[in-house]
């Protein structure tokens, strides 16, 4: 599966749109990119994923370029209970199931 | 819709016990669960994979003697960890794919709530 690459943290402030980026420019054409949070001592949340369309559902918004060699998740009004460590994930859907985690973006939700 | 429960959520034991930790998809059958592995502030490493009704499939490094893992039904996976040492100490986190009924290949990954062990 293709490595993605995101920054290791980023602020916001309460009520505002958090919009955060990821770079994955070796997607392949069969690849989804997928995104997860992890907010402290739980389980990681699914909360959105797409292939080549823009993607909305009630937790965010993902947005995906016509390259597909980056997208952006966006929280489109953030609150104290979305600071957590956020995953993009590219992932081959006719392959291995398993999911690759790297260090992911830690977005703190600042009053 | 897709919920994924485990248990317990933290257990504490001596060193040298075994310990077994459940991971129930409860609003789906779950044709693949996961055990994935996560240390203090570090990402999630995948232990290993197994379908339901076959043997686990095990990462790299991962000792299968040590970590057994049983997929007997479409809504339950185990993990034991025999013979606990403190470096054993972990989050352990399941997760299961299968809840849109569709070849595993093709489905969300669902994530439990995490099993914190120490071991003593």
């Known amino acids: 599966d293709a490595k993605t690459t995101q920054p290791p943290s980023m602020d916001c402030a309460e009520g505002r749109a958090a919009n955060l980026p990821c770079n994955h420019s070796?997607?392949?054409?069969?690849?989804?990119v997928y995104w997860y949070r992890q907010i402290h001592s739980q389980g990681p949340q699914y909360i959105i994923h797409g292939l080549k369309n823009n993607e909305t559902n009630e937790m965010a918004s993902l947005i995906i370029t016509e390259d597909r060699k980056s997208s952006t998740l966006i929280l489109p009004h953030a609150t104290l209970r979305d600071t957590a460590v956020y995953y993009c994930?590219?992932?081959?859907?006719?392959?291995?199931?398993?999911?690759?985690f790297g260090t992911g973006t830690r977005l703190t939700v600042i009053p | 819709g897709a919920v994924v429960s485990q248990h317990p959520s933290r257990v504490i034991c001596k060193s040298g016990t075994s310990v077994k930790i459940e991971c129930r998809s409860l609003?789906?059958?779950?044709?693949?669960m996961f055990w994935y592995r996560q240390f203090p502030k570090k990402s999630l490493m995948l232990m290993a994979t197994?379908?339901?009704?076959?043997?686990?499939?095990?990462e790299q490094g991962v000792e299968k003697d040590k970590f057994l893992i049983n997929h007997a039904s479409l809504t339950l996976s185990t993990l034991t960890v025999t013979s606990a040492h403190p470096e054993d100490s972990s989050f352990y986190i399941c997760?299961?794919?299968?809840?849109?009924?569709?070849?595993?290949?093709?489905?969300?990954?669902?994530f439990g709530p995490g099993t914190r062990l120490t071991v003593l």
């Open positions: 997760s299961a794919s299968g809840a849109s009924g569709r070849a595993s290949g093709t489905d969300t990954q669902y």
């Open positions: 197994s379908n339901e009704g076959s043997k686990a499939t095990y």
């Open positions: 609003d789906f059958q779950a044709t693949t």
């Open positions: 070796t997607i392949s054409g069969n690849e989804y």
């Open positions: 994930i590219v992932r081959d859907q006719t392959g291995a199931n398993n999911l690759f």
